[in-house]
Nanobody, 117 residues
Framework: VQLQASGGGLVQAGGSLRLSCAAS????MGWFRQAPGKEREFVAG????????DYGDSVKGRYTISRDNAKNTVYLQMNSLKPEDTAVYYC???????????????WGQGTQVTVSS
């Protein structure tokens, strides 16, 4: 399974970014992030159909995960960004049937998101 994430960059606090991740098939998809010195954190996940989504507590109400199954691509729209959102963001794919915070089988390379104050 190949996962190709893109869309990271530098943005000011309060700004927005959209990450994309192209997959080589249809899976349960998720986004995680890891800041320096911190553990990897679940950000968002979405079902294969795109109907069901789940979010980490720190991003609820600010981030939106979506997918375009015709393109096998998942998106992460990040609004109202804060300096504490700075991290390397990873997309992941799972073979399971349900949205999950933990059960992912394949990982893409990370994309850096930096939010300046």
């Amino acid at each position: 399974v190949q996962l190709q994430a893109s869309g990271g960059g530098l943005v000011q606090a309060g700004g927005s970014l959209r990450l994309s991740c192209a997959a080589s098939g249809r899976y349960v998809m998720g986004w995680f992030r890891q800041a320096p010195g911190k553990e990897r954190e679940f950000v968002a996940g979405i079902s294969r159909s795109g109907i069901t989504a789940d979010y980490g507590d720190s991003v609820k109400g600010r981030y939106t995960i979506s997918r375009d199954n015709a393109k096998n691509t998942v998106y992460l729209q990040m609004n109202s960004l804060k300096p504490e959102d700075t991290a390397v963001y990873y997309c992941a794919a799972g073979e399971g049937l349900l949205v999950t915070k933990t059960d992912y089988d394949y990982w893409g390379q990370g994309t850096q998101v930096t939010v300046s104050s």
